[in-house]
């Protein structure tokens, strides 16, 4: 059987297969299926299996694993395609630990490898499983020939050759032909000549999903010159459900402006946060292309409303529904996770399930206790990324760096444009705080001039994060190694994107409270919220550039007290002359900005991957 990541490489191995002498199984239909399980809808199985280049490492050790196990597989040949999905130490790892593995519990089988690079005169396979001995030499340049082992055929492992199969559905393009005699040809005209490889219909005559982002690209190179993989509607609709819990922390907020709920709003957006995270992380791996993926992020996005359901009251009598919502997220998203990380997937699963259920505990009990059980929540979450990457690497023997690179492995389009659309729902639910805190007060001109600062409010938050960050954060992450990408994801879009989203959902509370008062002074809670709120989101997005090394940050870190003290303003003045200080100031920080630095460099190109 012969496993690769290009369909191209399939074809030449199975040239170089039956030239030499040895067989091609036909695949039963139970192991098709089983193959079928872990490709993409565009990819192909039959033999050769193509998992395509834009697959994580998962996805080769899951096809190996089956090829091992599978008693009727006797030889396998595995052809590598150099990609920055999965690089070659990856895949060398990967490889050298299953065999090893399956050796221990007695399965050997005759093994090769193929690498596939730029196309000189003739290229040799040599294979990774020590005493099988061997060599293979194409009969022309244009085929890729190398060493691969006989001993299949010497130790009575070969498959009786059968008649052709028809191809399956997933064989379009990848699968060699067969003539009668069982000689393995290319797809194309008789000539020999391979042809542009066909896409295979995915299941359920759904459309086929484009490679992902990367997939093809030699280490180094950059991922984001190409369009990447575009963020789904079925991930937007995800996105719509999460910032609902945005909503409703809120509404929340907005009934009791105290510091003890704004720290209560706090701990729950980061827990809920948290795992909004790992199924971001998730999709960009895993992406939801097929029927059994969009029904679990279905049930996960039906969990996640439980939890904003229950929000208002999860500290009192709704405590227990909010925590068994969460660990409905946390099963859900387990069971997702084994499609792209397999048995690695248990260092997630307990700690994130850990602090589910401490979240449902809490809700038995009132008070401290409440707030201990909910804390010891945050720190198991905050532990989770250690034991992923320490973890898994002792039980798997695997170096620090190749873990990480498998983590990081990402595609940074994606990923940026994920989390981009996250902030514009969220600034959303900041408009809609406009509508709310008008209510049913008369349309007089004092309140359209409100409205519409607290829109520009809005609009100069958005342009803080959107005209310059998005962009320059999708060219750090694209500069950066697969190594760094899993610490960089982790510190600029977990711990630098709470505080910009929990500082919209503040500046939301304190709009609702002052539009329908706005030459009033304001109460400290309303004018806090709404200061706070806008200061929050300034020390986030300063976080948020520093970690990614774009630069400048002087300014937005200055702003940061300036938006801080115009609380004194509402208390003490009005609630307009605070709304209008807080614009002037980001109108102010954001021209000085412009300014200054007009131009730059394309950022991150050196120093994302200077780390």
């Not at 259920?357 to 059980?373: E, K």
């Not at 034991?387 to 170096?399: L, N, Q, T, V």
């Not at 940050?553 to 200055?558: D, E, I, N, Q, S």
């Amino acid at each position: 059987m012969i496993i690769t990541g290009a369909g191209g490489s399939g074809v030449l191995l199975s040239d170089a297969v039956t030239d030499n002498g040895l067989s091609l199984m036909e695949i039963p239909p139970d192991l098709d299926a089983a193959f079928r399980e872990f490709l993409p809808p565009f990819g192909a199985a039959g033999n050769p299996v193509d998992i395509t280049g834009g697959e994580p490492s998962s996805t080769y050790e899951a096809t190996i694993r089956l090829g091992l196990q599978d008693p009727r597989v006797h030889a396998l040949v595995l052809g590598y395609w150099h990609t920055i999905v999965t690089p070659p130490m990856v895949f060398a790892e990967l490889t050298a630990r299953v065999v090893a593995e399956f050796r221990e519990h007695g399965v050997e089988k005759p093994g090769g490898e193929g690498r596939f690079r730029a196309p000189p005169a003739e290229r040799r396979v040599k294979c990774p499983l020590p005493g099988r001995k061997g060599r293979i030499r194409s009969p022309g340049p244009s085929v890729t020939g190398g060493h691969m082992s006989r001993a299949g055929n010497e130790a009575g492992y070969t498959p009786p050759a059968g008649p052709a199969r028809p191809a399956a559905p997933g064989d379009a393009g990848t699968a060699a032909r067969r003539t009668p005699t069982g000689t393995a040809r290319p797809p194309g005209d008789g000539s020999g000549i391979p042809r542009a490889r066909e896409a295979a219909p995915p299941p359920d005559g759904e459309p086929s999903a484009p490679p992902a982002h990367g997939a093809g690209h030699p280490a180094g190179a950059p991922v984001g010159d190409g369009a990447g993989r575009r963020v789904s509607t079925l991930e937007l609709f995800f996105d719509l459900v999460f910032v609902f819990t945005l909503t409703q922390l809120t509404v929340l907020l907005t009934a009791d402006l105290s510091f003890a709920t704004a720290a209560r709003v706090a701990l729950i957006f980061v827990v809920l946060f948290w795992m909004y995270g790992a199924y971001a992380y998730l999709t960009n791996q895993v992406p939801p292309d097929r029927p059994s993926r969009r029904i679990l992020l279905l049930l996960g996005m039906g969990a996640f409303l439980v939890c904003a359901l229950a929000v208002p009251r999860a500290f009192d009598d709704g405590g227990v529904v909010f925590g068994l919502g969460f660990l409905a997220v946390v099963l859900v998203h387990s069971a997702l996770y084994t499609r792209g990380h397999g048995r690695d997937v248990i260092w997630y699963a307990v700690p994130n399930s850990l602090a589910a259920l401490a979240v449902t505990a809490a809700g038995l009990f009132d008070g401290l206790r409440a707030d201990g059980l909910w804390l010891l929540a945050l720190v198991l979450q905050f532990v989770t990324p250690f034991f992923a990457e320490h973890g898994a690497r002792r039980r798997g023997g695997r170096d620090a760096a190749v873990l990480r690179a498998q983590l990081g492995a990402l595609d940074p389009a994606h990923f940026v444009e994920r989390h981009g659309l996250l902030l514009i729902v969220a600034f959303g639910e900041s408009v809609i705080a406009i509508g709310i805190g008008i209510g049913d007060r008369p349309l007089t001109a004092d309140l359209f001039a409100g409205a519409f600062l607290a829109l520009a409010l809005a609009g100069a938050l958005w342009w803080t994060y959107f005209v310059r960050d998005e962009h320059a954060a999708e060219a750090a992450f694209t500069a950066a190694p697969p190594d760094r990408r899993w610490r960089l994801a982790m510190n600029a879009y977990y711990y630098a994107f709470l505080p910009m989203l929990l500082g919209i959902a503040y500046c939301a509370a304190g709009v609702k409270k002052t539009l329908g008062h706005l030459t009033e002074q304001s109460g400290t809670g309303p004018a806090l919220a709404l200061a706070g709120g806008v200061a929050l989101f300034l020390a986030g997005d300063v976080a948020f550039r520093s970690v990614l090394r774009l630069g400048p940050v002087t300014f937005r870190a200055v702003a940061v007290p300036v938006a801080a003290a115009t609380a004194l303003l509402g208390v003490r003045l009005s609630a307009v002359a605070e709304l209008l200080a807080l614009v002037a100031v980001l109108v102010v920080m954001l021209g000085v900005e412009a300014r200054r630095s007009p131009a730059r460099r394309v950022p991150g190109a050196e120093a994302a991957s200077a780390g």
